[in-house]
């Protein structure tokens, strides 16, 4: 649990900023929240490929909460799933992973999270909201989703047997200018099949998950007994 004088941690190993040609200071931030329950390879595959597609300082990883959407019954205490991407990802200069939505408590809106992020590295910044095709069929039910259109980029990835294209009614809330700006920044990857659901009902059934997460994560998990019915 949090407490009052406590402040979100943001872990990093490079500057906040991307100077650009002309030598003037850009940051372009990209978002990438979710349960990451656990974190895997197809996360980082996406990370990866959306910072180069989209030139980006930086990504910030940032563990929900409580998912305001969907019901998880088996969801690892939220600190066990920070500790994991912090561990997937510290050979990498260009991640970095947030406490702020765990700090936060409740359930993690990300019209708040995106508000918080400008605040701590400045209005100047430029947002970048990653997240999968699935995601982009409920995001018209997301808490002020017509203001969040206009505080950042929503950067859409491919997901196997999920559309990428938007629905009627978030092109009526969102507008045909955000429309049209998250249809540029759709990025295709090769279908990577990992899901978190799959890897929580291996470990449940006993079988391995070699490959499926780095291996200090399949350690991690090992550590503390997550996922395991036993």
Sequence with gaps: MS?????????????????????????????????????????????????????LSKIVFIPTYIPPHKHVNDLAEAHHRHQM???????????????????????????DTIQEILNHYGKESEIFLIMGADSLNELELWKNI?????????????????????????????????????ESLRIEITPVDISSTNIRKRLNGGVGIKDLVPECVEAYIKEHGLYSST
């Design 85 to 111: 991407i912090k561990a997937a990802i510290s050979d990498k200069s260009e991640f970095e992973v947030s406490d702020l939505e765990i700090m936060r408590e409740g359930k993690s809106y990300t019209i």
């Design 146 to 182: 017509k203001k969040l259109s206009q505080l950042c980029h929503f950067v859409i990835v491919n997901r196997p047997g999920f559309k990428t294209e938007a629905s009627p009614r978030l092109v009526e809330i969102i507008g045909k200018a955000s429309l049209l700006d998250m």
């Design 3 to 55: 407490n009052g004088n406590s402040k979100p941690s943001f872990s990093s190993n490079q500057s906040d900023v991307l100077t650009d040609n002309n030598n003037q200071c850009q940051k372009r931030i990209g978002i990438f929240g979710g349960t990451f329950n656990p974190i895997h390879m197809g996360h980082l595959i996406m990370a990866e490929e959306v910072f180069k597609q989209r030139h």
